[in-house]
């Protein structure tokens, strides 16, 4: 279903919620520096395709992420270090859109809740992973081309990116630059695949700009909340919610079949 369609069946209430959701994501990204993506595409796909959603997410994604990737003074080093592992996102995504259409598949609703799952699971754990500098050149290309595959097919940027990225032992400043980097260059895979993919969605380029102002408010009211509350509750209460709307869309979608 176009997206526009889906905006005329109900032209105030759905731009309403879309966002809401945008800005509990620029919350969550605010407080924890990183969700946006998977908060407002959990969300939004239980009222829309992902296609759909991920086309609204891709302006504010990019510039919250893009803002995300200061100080630029250590940004060239960065990448430096990164390149590998970016250009294999790149790679990922735009060759799994070419496969099977970017978040086009009849399964990419179901195969989103299963990396909700996945994703939750993960933070749940607390488990930490660990990376020999002498594996990156190996390892970088790799996991960024398994992180494209799974852009490509659920619109969620963080598997397995972001474990790897915290088993390279940054600093903290360092990993949200890192991941950063990561999510930008997602970000922009992820446009071109849903333009030129099998799958491709209607991008609807306005509606996503708009988007930006409640994902920068919800950033900047999650900036002050995590001077007050514990980053380990709050990130705790993100991922137990993540991991109940990943069974939700999982189990929706299995009952459908």
């Not at 474990?163 to 970000?187: C, E, H, K, N």
Request: glycine fraction near 12%; include cysteine.
């Amino acid at each position: 279903m176009a997206l526009s369609h889906t905006l005329a069946q109900s032209p105030f209430v759905l731009p309403a919620l879309v966002a809401g959701v945008f800005l509990l994501a620029g919350l969550v990204k605010g407080v924890v520096g990183m969700g946006l993506p998977t908060v407002a595409l959990g969300l939004l796909a239980l009222w829309m395709s992902p296609a759909e959603a991920a086309a609204l997410l891709i302006v504010p994604s990019l510039v919250t992420n893009l803002w995300q990737m200061q100080p630029w003074g250590r940004l060239a080093a960065m990448l430096r270090r990164l390149w590998p592992m970016q250009a294999g996102v790149a790679a990922g995504t735009l060759g799994g859109a070419w496969a099977f259409g970017a978040l086009g598949a009849a399964w990419a609703p179901a195969a989103l809740g299963g990396a909700l799952v996945v994703y939750a699971l993960w933070g749940l754990s607390g488990r930490r992973l660990s990376v020999a500098p002498s594996v990156e050149a190996l390892a970088g290309p790799l996991v960024g081309g398994a992180t494209g595959l799974v852009t490509a097919a659920t619109g969620v940027f963080v598997l397995p990116a972001v474990p790897y990225l915290q088993a390279l032992r940054w600093s903290s400043d360092d990993l949200i630059q890192a991941m950063g980097v990561s999510f930008t260059v997602s970000t922009l895979a992820l446009a071109a695949g849903l333009q030129f993919g099998s799958g491709a969605a209607d991008m609807s380029w306005g509606l996503s700009l708009a988007m930006l102002v409640p994902a920068l408010a919800g950033m900047a009211l999650g900036a002050a909340l995590r001077r007050r509350l514990s980053p380990a509750v709050f990130r705790r209460c993100f991922f137990l919610g993540t991991l109940a709307l990943g069974a939700h869309m999982v189990v929706r979608e299995l009952l459908r079949g």
